[in-house]
């Protein structure tokens, strides 16, 4: 069933499918190019809220709406592009070298300031409030509230609303064993340097699940999924593995061969604090951690 008016067109689902699938099923006449355009422009909406995420997966009973009429404000942001939005959150993909939100040195370029700008030029009473963060030179997907309930929601109830947090990270080396669990106790010393332990009384446990994707004689690729959410954790579990990130100094690696830090926040799964729907994000892997086993 599809409604139309001169702004907009409304298509009915009638099975599950992935967003993009859906659009370029819905509108034959229309290229790949161009429905990738109403994503990124943030003309499409399911049910009231607007989703650019290709993969964003749809149910039978939910409506699509591409809206042709309204006048949306830019939200180009350097570093930051939003995937997902509704009336309590924010889902973005942050690239490497954006700070999550400011220091003493940076308070101006930072995915926070862009976002509260972004909302501020919506509507001046808007609000955005920090969930967790990123470190500055890893790259994927975050979660902002734009409400203090969501955020407090989200907070609190944290290691139970987050279903799921993987990373992919490129690391120095063979990784032979195809999958393990590592597990230690981990704490900052006064250098800000956090540190691995057996001891439970030295740190918080943390506990990270890896397998093997890819890997060469030189480099192994790890989908990485993570338990607990300490500082640096993924960082320095691979240091305790013997296999540093590519390009972390910081935590042994002595190879930068992708002039990034080789970590991105790949997939979060979580419960949304308000309408208790599950909901999934991924985002691609960066080409250049691929490109190394090509």
Do not use: C
Request: no cysteine; hydrophobic share 35%; glycine share 4%.
């Amino acid at each position: 069933m599809i409604n139309k008016s001169k702004k907009n067109t409304v298509f009915k689902v009638t099975e599950k499918n992935e967003l993009m699938n859906f659009l370029i099923e819905k509108m034959p006449e229309k290229s790949r190019t161009s429905i990738k355009s109403l994503l990124t422009k943030r003309k499409v909406f399911v049910g009231n809220d607007v989703v650019s995420q290709y993969n964003h997966p749809l149910l039978p009973g939910q409506t699509v709406t591409v809206d042709w009429g309204k006048v949306t404000i830019d939200t180009t942001m350097k570093g930051v592009s939003i995937i997902y939005e509704d009336d309590d959150v924010l889902v973005v993909e942050k690239e490497s070298g954006i700070l999550s939100i400011a220091t003493d040195n940076e308070r101006e370029k930072t995915a926070y300031n862009m976002l509260k700008e972004y909302l501020k030029n919506k509507d001046h009473k808007n609000k955005i409030f920090v969930v967790h963060r990123l470190d500055r030179d890893t790259s994927g997907i975050m979660i902002f509230a734009k409400t203090e309930k969501a955020q407090d929601i989200l907070q609190t109830t944290w290691n139970d609303s987050v279903k799921e947090r993987t990373y992919v990270a490129l690391v120095e080396g063979v990784v032979y064993k195809e999958k393990d669990t590592i597990i230690s106790y981990l704490q900052e010393n006064k250098a800000f340097i956090t540190y691995s332990s057996q001891n439970p009384k030295e740190g918080k446990k943390a506990i990270s699940h890896y397998k093997v994707l890819k890997k060469n004689k030189n480099y192994s690729l790890l989908e990485v999924n993570i338990e607990t959410g300490r500082k640096n954790q993924i960082r320095v579990h691979m240091q305790d593995l013997g296999h540093s990130v590519v390009g972390d100094k910081k935590y042994g690696s002595g190879k930068s061969p992708i002039n990034r830090l080789g970590l991105h926040a790949n997939t979060i799964v979580f419960v949304h604090p308000i309408t208790k729907k599950v909901l999934h994000f991924s985002s691609k892997i960066p080409a250049v951690f691929t490109k190394i086993f090509n």
